[in-house]
């Protein structure tokens, strides 16, 4: 007996079977592929929450030497003229002809270690000097007493002196010298075994005393006012 044949919807979705088989496996790995993509992802995650960053890669320069320590004195010796600043302050701007006037003079040692100054009359010298540069005055030609000081950073030490507005002359001071013309003059300080210790030199004016009986300045004969013996 022949088989009897199958209806025609039978036979198409016979034909069909084999690509529901195929869709449905490929809807197996695509799930599977989702969700073992997102394993993938959350694995990521995970590993960068628990490890560090890299550190930033290291940039090598040029290496140089520290710099040299500063070369300072022994404390105690000789202060040297870097190392000091001196200061000389007249306590007036003007004086008549023979007037007295005071000289302040202030050596402050302006270095790190301590140091001494030689505050002798040989070596501390107060000086008046005119225009052009001349000495008119110092005390190198007086006596006064003074001493081997040790300062101390930022420490001063001072002396003041007496001045007639008269000229000097070695081993005589100011007694009987000559007074000083009227102009402008010039105070210094300067240590004289310490080279280029040397103060700012500060202006001071000798003014002309009034004629008597006049008000009025007193003529000035052209003669040299150079100190003389």
């Known amino acids: 007996m022949a088989p009897r044949p199958q209806p025609p919807v039978v036979k198409h979705l016979a034909m069909l079977a084999p690509f529901a088989v195929l869709l449905a496996l490929l809807g197996v790995l695509g799930g599977a592929g989702v969700a073992l993509g997102a394993g993938i992802g959350h694995g990521v995650a995970w590993v960068r929450h628990v490890w560090p960053e890299p550190a930033a890669p ?4 040029d290496k140089v030497a520290p710099p040299r320590p500063a070369t300072l004195p022994e404390p105690g010796l000789p202060c040297p003229a870097s190392a000091l600043r001196l200061e000389l302050y007249p306590n007036v701007a003007e004086l ?3 007037q007295m006037v005071t000289l302040d003079a202030v050596v402050t ?3 790190r270690v301590a140091c001494t100054v030689d505050n002798s009359q040989e070596n501390k010298h107060i000086e008046v000097v005119n225009a052009a540069d001349e000495v008119m005055f110092t005390t190198e030609h007086c006596t006064f007493e003074g001493e081997t000081t040790l300062l101390e950073p930022g420490q001063s030490v001072s002396q003041s002196r007496r001045w007639s507005g008269r000229a ?4 005589v001071c100011q007694q009987g010298q ?3 013309w009227p102009g402008t ?3 210094r300080l300067a240590l004289a075994d310490t080279p280029g210790a040397l103060g700012e030199a500060l202006p001071i004016e000798v003014v002309a005393a ?3 009986g ?3 300045p007193p003529a000035i004969q052209d003669a040299d006012p150079a100190v003389t013996d």
Not at 58 to 61: D, M, S, T, W
Not at 168 to 171: E, H, I, L, R, V
């Open 214 to 216: 006049t008000g009025e």
């Open 210 to 212: 009034a004629a008597p």
């Open 178 to 180: 000559q007074l000083l």
């Open 185 to 187: 003059y010039w105070t």
């Open 109 to 111: 040692n302006v270095g």
């Open 96 to 98: 008549l002809p023979g």
């Open 168 to 171: 000097s002359a070695p081993g």
């Open 58 to 61: 290291l940039v090598y320069v």
